[in-house]
């Protein structure tokens, strides 16, 4: 630290933060800005103050408004709770599991996050629907469950509780071992176990996990727009789209809703970092992996409970998503003579769209994987190493895109940049977009290039300086070499996420072009199930790929 | 001749005094020691040295540059001062092999190509890793990674060396066969080598010259002998575990704080005036012999035996007092 705090004040160090800083307040700090001025100065874009807060009011007071912020809290409330209920059951009964048991149904509870949400929800739909697949099986209409607050709920419990699930079981493998047996040697029974020792333990991991659900919830898009529409459930992200892109276009309404859908993301996401930093060292992170010696009654059951879980959060979506992507005719159901694989042949013939959303995609996907780990890099250098004073608001800037919702971000790229007098803008082309996945993907590569950093000794710098090198020659000889296999991998999630974005794509994608994610939801609108669930298919595969790719980087090259 | 003089350096973190107007003359060629406890400021000092810390205020001098004098607000950047230094973590890149980080500091001074490899396998032949050129430093054993680090210090030939705790990551009996390579190899080149450790076995190991310091100052400088048989307080015979202290009358000598070494004792079989009267505590079989835990006019001191004793046993000793030595408390 010294050795760069003796250059402190120098050029390049200057430089380094500067850029960081800059670079970071034009991609997050802008549009955050902006929905914050907008919704306080309705005239600011006029380059006026006047009529301030005339629009906070109104706004406020909307039914509707209330009616949608009031639904993005029950659901995202009831989503946490139910997915923190079948986490803790599951990571219970997942002690009773051998090693390799256990392995494989956390390796199966891994694939919900490779399935995007918006598809997640189409599959359900084909799934549950009025004469769809479970109807032809079990003769019993879910569909009414499906399209209700309930089904909402479900779904998106589904794709979210494996978050709650590893980290509680993490959890429960230090506690369970290490502290219950202690308990148990001074007399604890079962329940006295549970209660007193492993609950109170969990707490903290259970309330930070759960805060992130909840953060995810309050941002979802898909579900509630793909289901909700259904039943005329409106949520603050749907009422916001429904403002922006339902003539007249209500820009100042829309910046009112964002920033209460920011302060509400940012608050559950600040809350949950003062849980971690509170509570997380207080655990000595020690390992002991024993046998599991449970009765084959308790392992059965713990099979039975996993397989249930597996059926619902993977199995079903993923069955429907290859059965409709396979069906010619959706209301022929499943039967071998209505299966045909013209939807993927379609795919790669140009003309109906989907070969020039693919391009699009990759290749937005791969600019902003570069930028993402390139600038992922200089921010953690910056934070690691220069530790510039005022670094707190690198911190800051560097969290945000964590906390605020891509629907809000999207709001706020339109009122930064979708301005008469600016004399050239990114409003309109592929640049928009590209900014928008920048900022959005940003906390991986920044995640996971300091604390790759942070476990780089000092003395890696320090003896380089000795033997004569700057500082440009230790980031460039010592330090890029080093992090090098951590940027590649975190830009492979990059792009995995990248490819599937929807929401900024959905808002901000200029006239006429196509990503994959808003080609999947425009085919499903249209009726044409099986191209959008073939696409959905494809992206489910490649991104999965790419994510276990940038997994396999990391472990290899993280001691 | 001194190869480094440092003059009134004092440096503070977060206003916590860390060293207060150190002067210390480090001689051409010697290999000294900066030995204290774990906030002494003996790495900071190092550190100073170095360039990786900036002091208060001092400077830090050497025949052919100035290296930090804060009343000319001069300061010369870490990488020109074309120092060696060895580092307790080795500092090795782990993504260049062993060839490359030797050969780090002579590419970048842009020396010819054939002579940067003559240089290598010279100094890799000195420190015994000969045909490890390839490896990197993850395959290697702690050991080899340290020689590798020395190696990387001696391949440009510098004036000075500084050392952070050489020795401490490796084994007792590395660390010994270790710590007489280094000071045959940096004695035959003349290098000056400033060395820091909180172990006193590392210190007596490698030293012409050892600082004893404590809470930022010098507490005390002398030969290594020197040091161990004559400590100026009772906190640094304490430190050193220079020997047994005892606390009253001695013998025919005066009342006070005396130092008497573990070696002075010798056990006989019939008491008389001229012996001492000691309570056995423990005996114990370390190394080669008996070392054994008494009670002497209500001190505890340890000394050897050549046979064991039994917990309880009165014994009787022989002091050597030549070798008494008066401490001041």
């Known amino acids: 630290m010294s050795l760069y705090a003796n250059a402190r004040g120098g050029r390049l160090p200057l430089a380094f933060n500067a850029f960081s800083v800059v670079s970071l307040l034009i991609i997050i700090g802008l549009p955050v800005l902006s929905v914050i ?66 392995r494989f149904w956390d390796v199966m509870l891994l694939v919900p996050f490779l399935i995007p949400p918006y598809i997640g929800s189409m599959a359900w739909i084909q799934m549950f629907q009025f004469n769809g697949v479970w109807y032809r099986w079990t003769g019993v209409d879910f569909s009414a469950f499906l399209f209700s607050f309930s089904g909402v709920v479900f779904v998106m419990t589904m794709h979210l509780f494996p978050l709650v699930y590893f980290s509680a079981s993490n959890a429960l493998r230090v506690i369970g071992q290490r502290y219950s047996d202690v308990a148990r040697v001074y007399g604890a029974g079962r329940l006295d176990l549970a209660c007193r020792i492993l609950l109170p333990l969990m707490m903290p991991t259970l309330l930070a996990s759960g805060l992130i659900v909840f953060v995810l919830s309050v941002e979802e898009f898909g579900t509630p727009d793909i289901l909700g529409s259904r039943f005329g459930f409106e949520v603050m992200v749907t009422a916001i789209e429904e403002k922006l892109t339902d003539w007249p276009i209500d820009l100042p309404g829309a910046s009112v809703l964002s920033l209460n859908l920011i302060a509400i993301a940012v608050s559950a996401y600040l809350l949950q970092l003062v849980v971690n930093r509170k509570y997380a060292a207080s655990l000595d992170a020690q390992t002991i992996t024993s046998a599991a010696n449970s009765s084959r009654g308790a392992r059965l059951v713990a099979h039975l409970l996993f397989t249930l879980a597996a059926v619902f959060a993977v199995i079903l979506p993923l069955f429907s998503v290859v059965a409709a992507s396979l069906m010619s005719t959706v209301s022929h159901g499943l039967s071998w003579d209505n299966l045909t694989l013209s939807a993927y042949a379609d795919l790669f013939t140009s003309g109906n769209g989907a070969v020039e959303a693919i391009y699009t995609s990759l ?85 996971m290039i300091t604390s790759a950093l942070r476990q780089q000794p000092f003395s890696l710098d320090e003896s380089a300086a000795i033997y004569g090198a700057d500082i440009l020659h230790i ?75 940038g997994q396999g980087i990391v472990k290899r090259y993280t001691p | 001749m001194n190869a480094i003089k440092i003059s009134q350096i004092s440096k503070s973190f977060e206003s916590k005094r860390i060293l207060n107007d150190i002067n210390l003359d480090i001689r051409q060629g010697e290999f000294l020691t900066l030995l204290g406890p774990s906030g002494c400021g003996k790495t900071t000092l190092l550190r100073i040295i170095a360039g990786l810390e900036r002091p208060d205020s001092g400077s830090v001098v050497t025949p052919e540059s100035v290296y930090v004098d804060t009343l000319n607000q001069h300061q010369l950047p870490v990488s020109q001062r074309g120092l060696g230094y060895v580092f307790q973590d080795y500092g090795l890149w782990p993504h260049m092999t062993v060839y490359d980080n030797i050969a780090f500091p002579l590419v970048l001074k842009k020396q010819p190509k054939h002579l940067i490899q003559q240089q290598v396998a010279d100094v890799l032949q000195l420190v015994k890793l000969s045909g490890h050129e390839t490896k990197l430093p993850e395959k290697l054993s702690g050991g080899q990674k340290q020689r590798v680090s020395i190696a990387r210090a001696l391949a440009a030939s510098p004036a000075i060396i500084l050392m952070d705790e050489p020795l401490s990551n490796l084994d007792a009996n590395l660390r010994e066969e270790l710590g007489l390579e280094i000071r045959q190899l940096t004695s035959q080149r003349g290098i000056t080598c400033i060395n820091v450790t909180h172990d006193r076995k590392e210190a007596q190991l490698l030293s012409d010259r050892i600082a004893l310091m404590k809470d930022g100052v010098i507490h005390q400088l002398s ?75 209500g001190n505890r001191v340890c000394f050897y035996s050549d046979r064991p004793l039994r917990a309880n046993d009165i014994v009787y000793s022989a002091l050597n007092d030549t070798v008494l030595v008066p401490v001041a408390s």
């Open chain 2, 223 to 297: 030969d290594p002998v020197t040091l161990f048989q004559k400590p100026v307080s009772r906190w640094a015979s304490e430190f050193l575990n220079a020997g047994n202290l005892i606390d009253g009358k001695l013998l025919n000598r005066a009342e006070g704080m005396w130092l008497v070494p573990r070696t002075a004792f010798t056990l006989v079989q019939q008491p008389n005036e001229a012996q001492v009267e000691i309570e056995v505590k423990d005996c114990l079989f370390l190394d080669d012999r008996f070392e054994v835990v008494g009670e002497l006019h």
């Open chain 1, 37 to 102: 001025l907008f919704a306080i100065f309705p005239h600011f874009n006029e380059g006026s103050f006047r009529a301030l807060f005339s629009n906070l009011y109104p706004q406020l007071s909307d039914p509707a408004l209330i009616d949608a912020t009031f639904n993005s809290i029950r659901l995202a409330t009831c989503v946490t709770l139910l997915s923190i209920a079948v986490a803790v059951v599951l990571a219970y009964v997942r002690n009773k599991m051998s090693v390799t048991a256990g």
């Open chain 1, 475 to 549: 980031v460039r000889r010592v330090l890029l070499p080093l992090m090098v296999p951590i940027m590649v991998a975190s830009g492979c999630i990059v792009f995995a996420i990248s490819t599937r974005e929807l929401v900024a794509s959905l808002m901000l994608a200029p006239a006429g072009t196509e990503t994959v994610a808003t080609y999947v939801f425009n085919q499903f609108d249209q009726g044409s199930v099986s191209a959008g669930m073939a696409m959905s298919l494809v992206v489910i595969l490649v991104s999965g790929a790419l994510i276990a790719l």
């Open chain 1, 363 to 447: 290749g937005l996907a791969a600019m902003t994987a570069l930028i993402a780990a390139v600038l992922g890099l200089l921010v953690a250098f910056t934070l690691i190493r220069l530790k510039p004073r005022g670094k707190s608001v690198l911190d800051v800037l560097s969290l945000m895109p964590n906390a605020v919702p891509a629907m809000a971000l999207s709001v706020g790229l339109i009122l930064t940049w979708n301005q008469q007098y600016l004399p050239i803008t990114p409003y309109n082309t592929m640049m928009i977009l590209l900014l928008a996945y920048v900022c959005l993907m940003l906390p991986y590569p920044i995640r």
